[in-house]
Structures are given as C-alpha cells and as structure tokens.
C-alpha cells in the first residue's frame, strides 16, 4: 500500500508514479528536506517526494531568502538528500542566477543535479524564457517540475512573498503560463500562494499534478516547508501551514540540559567512558595535570 494506504508501492516514487496518483486520484505529499537525516526521515514517513528547495537559503544557510544559494549549495544538500532517501522522488531547484542568464549553462547546471546531486527531477520558476528550458531538458531525459504563483526568486519585483492571481488578468496569466509549462514538458508544477478556487481551475485544466502550497485543497498534492510543519522556523507563522510538531522548544530544552550537565560537571561519566590499565600511564611525559603514583611519591605528594 501507499504511504496514505489507497494504493500499490513501488519500489521507488517515480515521474510516471506521480502521473498515475493523478490520475487514480491519490494525493501526493511533498516536503522539502536539506539534509540526510531529514531525507532519512521523511523516507521513513512514506513521503511520496522531497523538494531539496532553494528555500535552504533561509531555513539552513541563515540568509534572509533564497537569492544567495548557489550551485554547490543545492548540488551538496541534494547529493545529502539523495543519498538517504531510498523511496521518495528527489526534486531539486535550481537557484536564483543559475538558469536565468544562459540556456546552455542552464542545462549543465540542471545536469550537475542529477550527475553530481543524484536528483531524480528539477524545479525552476516562471514560463516566458524558461519554456525553451523545460523542452529541452525534458528532452534530454531531465524530468522538471514548473513553479508559478508567488515565485520567491522574483521576491523583489513581487514586493515580497504575497498572494498572487487574485485579479483577472493575474489569474489568466497565471492560467496561460501553467498551460505553457505542461505544454513544454514539465511532468508536474508547483502551484504557490494562489487563491484556492484560481488552484482548482488550473488543477482542472491541467493534465499533469499540480503541487500546491498556500494554494488551498484543491491541487494533486502539497509541499510543504521541513522547518514550519516541524516548528522548526523560529516564532513565525502562516495560514498556509499546519504544524505537526512544536520541535524547537524540545530542541532548545534538551540542548539547555546538556549545556547544563557539562557545565556542572554531571556529563560525561565513567559510564559514557573507556578505562585502561593505569600502569600504562605510569611515567607518562608531560602529565602534569594527573600525575602518576610514582610521579606523587617523587613529588612528596604520595
Ligand atoms: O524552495 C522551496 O522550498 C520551494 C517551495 C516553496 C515550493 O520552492
């Protein structure tokens, strides 16, 4: 059975796996992992598909968005991801500067993620200039995934992470421009901050899974953010999340513990420690600190 017990497993979470969920109805849940312990666990869990997203920029690396990752950021956290995920499809984004500038450095970037990363797929945002990319990629046998709505790598002309496609025209563009992505070749689209009833008329008129974040209920599946449905991401908070646990309170307090026990001298014990033969130390040069017992006689401290 599935991970969300309505279907076969298989072996490995595949492109086609996902145009099946479709179109047998089952939803697809994504979460974005940066790591290998993470990826490990979200194996676990029986996630269907792990974005490694350029997101990593403000939930791992401490920047204040997305737009300072590089390559080798996403090319070392997908091969971490990669590694460790044995059932889930492995997604990475390419980041801010990496796809934009020139269609052939483009393709080489997007094949470091899969040569170098081992991801399974890539993600880039927009239509426009990014059509040409997703067809030849796809093409050359790199599955992407589209991403349109709030695009966080256009934060600056966007005016900040906001609601898009809330107007006529914003949700026709947007429309046109998720037809444009599947008509490229993109085998699925992620579908973010987009009013959910603009969501359900795309995920109607699409045939490939849409992958919904603040989009509402009504796509093929969601992604969500490793750090904000794990209480993982500081104070903040957004109506688009659901947190299924509060860790970084339980985090700070066993940190805070342990901090506690080193300092009063109650971890590490004998218990957590090798003994030796003591005779082995007997003359040791340069103990000073814990002199031996033949050290103490000499010293007069026996
Ligand atoms: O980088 C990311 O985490 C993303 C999701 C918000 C879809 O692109």
Redesign the pocket.
């Known amino acids: 059975m599935s991970s969300n017990g309505t279907g076969p497993t298989p072996k490995r979470v595949t492109v086609p796996w996902l145009r099946e969920a479709r179109a047998e109805d089952r939803r697809i849940a994504m979460v974005?992992a940066y790591d290998a312990p993470s990826a490990r666990l979200a194996d676990a869990a029986g996630i269907d598909a792990i974005?490694?997203?350029?997101?990593?920029?403000s939930?791992v690396l401490g920047f204040a968005n997305?737009l300072p990752v590089t390559m080798d950021d996403m090319v070392r956290a997908t091969r971490a991801v990669s590694g460790a995920a044995y059932r889930a499809l492995v997604v990475a984004?390419m980041p801010f500067g990496s796809y934009q500038c020139n269609e052939d450095e483009a393709v080489a970037n997007a094949v470091r993620l899969v040569k170098e990363g081992g991801a399974q797929a890539v993600?880039f945002?927009g239509a426009g200039r990014a059509l040409a990319l997703i067809e030849r990629l796809s093409h050359c046998g790199i599955p992407v995934m589209g991403?349109v709505g709030f695009t966080?790598q256009s934060t600056h002309a966007l005016g900040g992470a906001r609601v898009q496609g809330k107007t006529r025209a914003s949700a026709q563009a947007i429309l046109d421009a998720a037809r444009e992505i599947q008509f490229a070749g993109a085998f699925s689209i992620?579908l973010?901050l987009i009013p959910a009833p603009l969501a359900r008329t795309i995920t109607g008129s699409l045939t490939i899974p849409t992958?919904g974040?603040g989009s509402g209920p009504h796509c093929d599946g969601q992604?969500q953010?490793w750090h904000d449905i794990l209480g993982l991401g500081g104070e903040r908070t957004f109506r688009h999340v659901r947190r299924y646990a509060n860790l970084g309170p339980l985090i700070r307090d066993a940190i805070a513990s342990y901090a506690l026990d080193v300092q009063g001298g109650q971890f590490p014990t004998m218990e957590h420690a090798v003994s030796m033969d003591l005779d082995q130390l007997d003359n040791l040069d340069g103990d000073e600190r814990f002199p031996s017992e033949a050290q103490k006689e000499e010293s007069g401290e026996g």
Request: aromatic share 0%; net charge negative; charged share 30%.
């Open positions: 974005t974005l490694v997203g350029d997101s990593i920029g939930n997305e984004d993600k945002e991403h966080p992620v973010e992958i974040i992604v953010i």
